[in-house]
């Protein structure tokens, strides 16, 4: 990984002109690394790395939105979450992500670890 000081020295010497040969003997960076770096830069036009992962099925939206529901609907089941949402997930996914609001399904509500319902 390629510290983004570097990056920017390396992308900022290729912009001068200076060749890839040279850059990579002051920064030890490979040449295939550096042209790797200055390719990303002009499509993305950051000098982030490219951090490959499987994109969330849900938006940040729907996750509120499900919480909001929740909260408005305590006595909603996971299947009326998924169906009234149209979310593109599975149960099992929707009990996680309700559990790391310490939401948790407990005689048909969802409730705090205390006991109460979250407001």
Same mark, same amino acid.
């Given at each position: +990984?390629? &510290?983004? $000081? %570097?990056?920017?020295?390396? %992308? ?5 002109? *200076? &060749?890839? !040969?040279?850059?990579?003997?002051? /920064? ?5 690394? *550096?042209?790797?770096? %200055? /390719? ?5 036009? /950051?000098? $982030?790395? =490219?951090? &490959?992962?499987? #994109? &969330?099925?849900?938006?940040? $939206? #729907?996750?509120?939105? +499900? *919480? ?8 909603? /089941?996971? =299947? !009326? ?21 310490? +939401? ?6 969802? %409730? #705090? #670890?205390?006991?109460?319902?979250? !407001?």
């Amino acid at each position: +990984m390629v &510290p983004v $000081e %570097v990056r920017k020295i390396i %992308v900022e010497s290729r912009a001068k002109g *200076i &060749p890839a !040969e040279e850059i990579r003997k002051v /920064t030890g960076v490979s040449l295939s690394a *550096i042209n790797n770096i %200055v /390719t990303n830069y002009k499509k993305r036009g /950051t000098l $982030e790395g =490219n951090y &490959p992962g499987r #994109q &969330p099925k849900i938006t940040k $939206e #729907q996750r509120k939105a +499900m *919480i909001k529901l929740v909260k408005e609907k305590p006595d909603i /089941t996971i =299947n !009326e979450i998924i169906e009234e949402l149209n979310l593109p997930i599975k149960k099992s996914r929707v009990s996680k992500i309700l559990l790391e609001e310490k +939401m948790y399904l407990k005689k048909s509500r969802f %409730v #705090q #670890q205390n006991g109460k319902i979250k !407001e």
